[in-house]
């Protein structure tokens, strides 16, 4: 017993330690085409549906300039003897009330994800919750808390904890509670088999069907077939034992190389976590969403991250959004192209002084376009060369101006038919 004691303390060594080294490309993924987020009719106002063969609406235009800051706690104690994973419940319902307090908003993991898919907005400034590991506390003591704030989140498990095996570090949370939360809507995640280093020719502990544990590092064969069992495995088996659907791959100690990646990918998860905190935006990479470790004796941690995504509880946006009608955007919005081959234009000389270079043009089904930019005449204008497929074309012009990101966005249809008389959208009111 004293033996299975020592595994969470070692466990707690090895995260604060591990994650130090840990190194995360912040760049955002290449080509991330982010499928443009939107084919859909900008603003809705009821002018503009009057105007003949309006867009459909098959997706919200996402707001791809929102933020969101995820928090991994573990355990949550009176008193606090490992600080790099314990918290005591005062200090952690403090902070839950603070990202209430300073406007940000608390969302589903799943949420996220609908939000990089593009399928779904979040608010500007939002932040996630995460335990990781499945303690008994976390059910316990942070569960009614979150409760009580009415906040969602994520429970990242490791099977072999919730399992009682000889490599579960003690103080588990049950399958019976498991099932409860799952009932009341919490999203639970993996976290892999054992909560060991994944990467391969690492010193890994392996219990024996009678318990004896091995230190040993694996290569070759017998690795691939153990981290079969810690990222398939573990995603199956809590699939199957909670009848859920399990996307999200939390990596233990944020330890991590391609080859984890690759694994984890193909087992199926459509996004990994890690330990290295920093703001989620639509391009950062699903591979490896970084997470604000929250520490006990380093309040600094969080009390950062909130500020990264705007400190002022006025929730001021940190975009300045211009209407459509505004730029003289050609098609305009609303209105019906007779061409799937459209010239896309917007005058951007209403918006002020434009930093050159900043000027970037998406376009729905096609992400970012090679548009031209003429300072003289503040035009940004893009000659479509692929045939637009969809019914509707959403377009998304951004530039900085005074050191502000500015963005327009409008959408029009797409009518190849012999033309009909469609009255200017332009001058349509538009919200
Ligand atoms: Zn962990």
């Known amino acids: 017993m004293i033996r299975f004691a020592i595994v ?44 003949a063969a309006s867009p459909k609406i098959t997706k919200p235009v996402v707001d791809q300039t929102a ?24 200090a952690f319902e403090a902070q839950m009330k603070e990202l209430k307090d300073r406007g940000i908003t608390v969302i589903s993991m799943q949420d996220l994800l609908a939000w990089k898919r593009g399928e779904k907005n979040i608010p500007p400034r939002c932040a996630i919750i995460t335990f990781d590991d499945g303690y008994k506390s976390q059910y316990e003591v942070a569960w009614p808390i979150m409760k009580k704030y009415g906040y969602p989140f994520t429970m990242f498990i490791y099977t072999e904890g919730v399992r009682g095996g000889a490599l579960g570090g003690g103080g588990a949370i049950t399958w019976e509670q498991l099932a409860d939360m799952r009932d009341n809507g919490v999203d639970i995640e993996a976290h892999s088999a054992t909560h060991q280093d994944l990467r391969e020719g690492h010193t890994i502990t392996l219990a024996s069907p009678g318990g004896k544990k091995t230190r040993t590092k694996l290569t070759g064969p017998q690795y691939e077939e153990w981290m079969q069992n810690e990222v398939v495995g573990s995603k199956q088996l809590l699939e199957q034992r909670l009848g859920i659907k399990v996307n999200c791959f939390a990596v233990p100690f944020g330890n991590y190389n391609e080859h984890v ?28 969403i970084g997470r604000y470790a929250i520490e006990a004796n380093k309040p600094k941690v969080f009390e950062d991250a909130v500020k990264t995504i705007g400190a002022s509880t006025s929730g ?80 998304f012009v951004s530039a900085k101006s005074q050191g502000k990101k500015v963005e327009a966005h409008w959408t029009f249809g797409i009518e190849e038919s012999p033309a009909r008389a469609v009255p200017p959208a332009a001058q349509t009111p538009k919200k």
């Open 8 to 51: 969470p303390l070692l466990l707690a060594l090895n995260f604060s330690m591990c994650k130090k080294n840990e190194v995360v490309s912040q760049n955002p993924q290449p080509g991330a085409s982010s499928p443009a987020a939107g084919t859909t009719t900008a603003g809705g106002s009821p002018g503009v549906a009057s105007v």
């Open 67 to 90: 933020q969101t800051i995820i928090f991994c706690y573990h355990l949550l104690v009176d008193k606090v003897r490992y600080p790099g994973t314990e918290i005591t419940p005062a």
């Open 261 to 288: 990646k690759e694994i984890a990918r193909s087992a199926g998860y459509e996004a990994m976590f890690t330990v290295y905190g920093q703001p989620i935006t639509f391009t950062s990479p699903l591979d490896s």
């Open 316 to 395: 001021g946006a940190p975009v300045a959004e211009v209407g459509a009608k505004d730029l003289a955007t050609q098609p305009a919005d609303g209105e019906t192209a007779r061409t799937a081959l459209p010239l896309i234009k917007a005058n951007l000389s209403r918006i002020g002084q434009i930093e050159p270079g900043s000027v970037q043009m998406r376009v729905s089904g096609l992400g970012v376009v090679p548009a031209t930019y003429d300072p003289k005449t503040g035009t940004v204008s893009y000659q479509v060369t692929q045939k637009l497929r969809e019914k509707s074309c959403s377009v």
